[in-house]
């Protein structure tokens, strides 16, 4: 056995997942580079299709040049291929090509699998991302006919399968990208397409073990505490995010003020919906008040739950990081959801990703306050947008320097594959510590 192949087998799977995020985001590029991905008369540059591969690869959306008018269908038919690999994951993608060869799973082959979806364990890792795949054809499908039927009233039969084939992949893979320039600006008002945007993100965004589960419900009658505050957890953001946005922008006459009452509703949700992570608006982002670029920032950075295609702290870390506050305001020793107590080393870990996700924001924010000549807020905002890979944006990414753009594009990368992911696959094997230090105690606040 080569001294490679013995280094390979060591491989601990966040390194795998890793290594296979940058090698399918370096094909992604080389793919863009080509003179058949691009549209006649354009060009593009090294750093600008890094930058779109990784944005698709990290199912992020930011983008530094128009896709509609830039690149040819094969290019898009690139970039939409690059999100629906990052998206469900180039593991599932794998055991999909293995199950179709009739090839048996290894013990080492499941362990990458349960870490590209973020489970538990690894008992029944094949049944659900099977179940998984299937769920992705059947969801993204059922979309495009629906859509196909809708948008072929104002557009060419053709051209109205295709955008809805593209926007049906990158709405349930929450991955922001779109055809028409203006992401979804054009329906704010439209009823159909939104009722399908906000079933295809939210559905993508509540991860793959919670949509197992749901499938299994009307049998089983019975969900896991995590699929519980998931579900909850996503109502509330998304509900509440839609009545603070309904009332900070009621009267602003750039956004919902000239809209009609159902128009109002339908933006309000859209935008509290998009923030779990697909990053696609109905209103003009730069036109909204400070106020609610705040308050989207701060939906961003909770994002969408875990194993899904979507970022930020997910939702299940912002629900243990509120039960651990309450549970220590109220005087209490444990941390409780759904009447089960919550163990003190997953609080310890939301408490890490929450500072590591804040780490990143902050010293992001200040490199390119450096390196970029805008308002803060605009930088602050697309920084976000980045870490959560969520996709939207101010109008500050087409507008960057070329360093800046690389910035933001490993900034997505981290984002995708999470700061611990990142760590373990950098550092060396855990040990287990053979002695403990004496307790000490510092004052707090």
Not at 156 to 168: A, I, M, V
Not at 252 to 267: F, P, R
Request: hydrophobic residues 50%; charged residues 15%.
């Amino acid at each position: 056995m080569t001294l490679l192949k013995k280094r390979t087998l060591h491989w601990t799977p966040a390194r795998v997942l890793v290594t296979g995020f940058l090698f399918i985001i370096s094909i992604g590029t080389l793919l863009l580079k080509l003179p058949v991905s691009l549209a006649p008369g354009h060009s593009i540059s090294f750093v600008d299709a890094l930058f779109t591969a990784t944005s698709a690869v990290c199912v992020t959306g930011l983008v530094v040049v128009d896709v509609g008018t830039t690149f040819s269908p094969f290019g898009q038919g690139v970039i939409i291929s690059l999100v629906q690999i990052g998206g469900i994951g180039f593991m599932s993608v794998a055991l999909l090509f293995y199950l179709m060869l009739g090839k048996k799973i290894s013990l080492r082959e499941r362990l990458i699998l349960q870490e590209s979806i973020n489970a538990n364990s690894m008992e029944g890792i094949v049944r659900t991302i099977r179940r998984v795949i299937i769920f992705v054809v059947i969801i993204q499908s059922s979309a495009t006919v629906v859509l196909t039927l809708h948008w072929g009233q104002t557009m060419p039969l053709g051209q109205s399968f295709t955008y809805s084939l593209f926007h049906s992949i990158s709405l349930f893979n929450n991955a922001g990208f779109d055809l028409f320039g203006d992401s979804f600006q054009q329906f704010a008002e439209d009823g159909v397409t939104n009722l399908v945007a906000f079933f295809l993100v939210i559905a993508g965004g509540l991860g793959f073990i919670v949509l197992a589960e749901l499938y299994d419900y009307p049998k089983k009658r019975r969900l896991s505490l995590h699929s519980k505050v998931v579900l909850s957890m996503t109502a509330l953001l998304v509900v509440g995010g839609a009545v603070l946005l309904f009332i900070f922008e009621f009267s602003n006459s750039y956004t919902l003020g000239s809209m009609s009452w159902e128009g109002k509703i339908y933006a309000s949700f859209f935008q509290s919906v998009s923030t779990r992570s697909s990053g696609t608006v109905t209103l003009d982002v730069a036109d909204m008040r400070q106020v609610t670029q705040f308050f989207l920032i701060m939906l961003m950075f909770v994002g969408a739950s875990p194993g899904s295609a979507g970022g930020g702290i997910k939702t299940t870390t912002f629900a243990i990081l509120m039960a651990a506050v309450y549970a220590m305001l109220k005087g209490r020793e444990d941390a409780v959801l759904f009447r089960h107590r919550l163990p003190k080393d997953l609080i310890i870990k939301a408490l890490t990703v929450i500072f590591l996700a804040l780490f990143m924001v902050l010293s992001v924010s200040m490199l390119l306050a450096v390196t970029e000549d805008v308002p803060f807020i605009s930088i602050l905002f697309d920084t976000v947008s980045a870490v959560a890979t969520v996709g939207m944006s101010m109008g500050l990414t087409p507008e960057l320097s070329p360093f800046g753009k690389l910035v933001i594009a490993m900034t997505m990368f981290i984002g995708r594959i999470g700061p611990m992911t990142l760590a373990y696959a950098l550092g060396n094997r855990r040990e287990q510590s053979l002695y403990r230090y004496p307790e000490g105690k510092i004052m707090i606040g």
